[in-house]
């Protein structure tokens, strides 16, 4: 597995690339957000890690820029672990974030869960692989969705919570229940991060209306099923 480190920190990449290797990652890095555009352009990564102050343009606006392109997975390093910088991070399409100064046991960890659930949601399994519903198609052996056959460019993150949601549809999941099904039992619980990414994935559908709030409860998806033509 191939990660890429987007940190104008030139002391850091070696040794967390060291300590990577342990567990099997290749860890690449790059000092600038115009050579990881470039590398992420030309070879294939598992995931991008992004720190938050960075020469030429801040890792939100790297991220954004990552997500006009692709839906690679991406945690964010906030210098500062302020909830705003967690909040605007997660708004613009990360999967994950971890302060600094961190413990690079942890970081690895986040990888690791990341790219584990992302596995498990496309992994082969007795139950069909399509979901479809009313004016919706969800494909998890592709990681595709489809809103009246067109398609809808999902991060990740956004596509596991909408394939959770429908795994029974209707079915009422919490906010700590989504937290603990796609961050891990092991993660800080933070439910603010369930309802940006509700608000991120119900825009995207639009102008479908089928997440809806139940008040003191959580989230859940109302649509109806559909067969194949």
């Known amino acids: ?39 992420l352009r030309a070879r294939h ?23 006009r392109e692709s839906d690679i997975p991406i945690v964010m390093l906030t210098a500062r672990g302020d909830v705003m910088d967690r909040v605007v991070g997660l708004e613009i399409g990360a999967d994950d974030y971890l302060p600094k100064p961190f413990e690079p046991r942890e970081l690895v960890a986040r990888v690791q869960t990341i790219l584990r659930r992302q596995r498990a949601v496309a992994a082969p399994a007795a139950a069909p692989q399509q979901r479809l519903f009313e004016g919706l198609a969800i494909d998890l052996d592709k990681r595709e969705v489809l809103r009246h ?17 429908a795994d029974p549809p209707g079915r009422v ?19 603010r991060a369930v309802d940006i990414v509700v608000s991120r994935l119900r825009k995207k559908l639009e102008p479908l209306d089928c997440i809806k709030t139940l008040r003191n409860a959580g989230y859940a998806l109302a649509v109806g099923r559909s067969t194949p033509p």
Not at 150 to 161: D, K
Not at 173 to 190: Q, V
Request: aromatic share 10%; charged share 30%; with cysteine.
């Open 1 to 39: 597995m191939r990660i890429l480190l987007i940190d104008d920190d030139e002391h850091l990449g070696a040794p967390l690339a060291s300590y990577f290797a342990r567990f099997d990652f290749e860890l690449d890095s790059a000092s600038r957000p115009s050579e990881g555009l470039a590398k």
């Open 149 to 165: 056959g067109e398609r809808v460019e999902l991060t990740g993150t956004e596509f596991e919570l909408l394939a959770l949601l």
């Open 45 to 67: 990564y598992d995931a991008a890690i992004l720190d938050v102050m960075l020469p030429e343009m801040d890792g939100f606006a790297l991220c954004r820029e990552i997500r």
């Open 173 to 191: 999941w919490s906010r700590d229940e989504i937290l603990n099904r796609l961050r891990g039992h092991e993660a800080e619980l933070y439910t």
